[in-house]
């Protein structure tokens, strides 16, 4: 299995700034796949941002130009610079990984964190 362990999130003001990291543990996997979803309350799960292992970053259009997705040169973590906060991004924010991992044959995974509240106040 491969594990996420997810930092940051908190209570912002609208206006402000919050970072999220996502840490990945395990052995022998490959991230091909690494981003962030969330869940507001009686919403969806819907996807942030997510980086795929050539760089290629897909986000929705209601964060683009505030929110930004990076890794580390290891690939196995992301964060999320999150600007320009507005009460509707406040949620429970939660990694998500997918690639393969080998134990002992290589099988796809799909893996997530346990989630990290934003609140944004207004």
């Known amino acids: 299995q491969v594990q996420l362990v997810e930092s940051g999130g908190g209570l912002v003001q609208a206006g402000g700034s919050l970072r999220l990291s996502c840490a990945a543990s395990?052995?022998?996997?490959?991230?091909?796949?690494m981003g962030w979803y969330r869940q507001a309350p009686g919403k969806q799960r819907e996807l942030v941002a997510d980086?795929?292992?050539?760089?290629?970053?897909n986000s929705a259009d209601s964060v683009k130009g505030r929110f930004t997705i990076s890794r580390d040169n290891a690939k196995t973590t992301v964060h999320l610079q999150m600007n320009s906060l507005r009460p509707e991004d406040t949620a429970v924010y939660y990694c998500?990984?997918?690639?393969?991992?080998?134990?002992?044959?290589?099988?796809?995974?799909?893996?997530w964190g346990q989630g990290t509240q934003v609140t944004v106040s207004s």
């Open positions: 980086i795929t292992s050539g760089g290629v970053i």
């Open positions: 395990g052995s022998g996997f490959v991230i091909l796949v």
């Open positions: 998500n990984a997918r690639g393969i991992q080998y134990s002992p044959a290589w099988l796809e995974y799909e893996s």
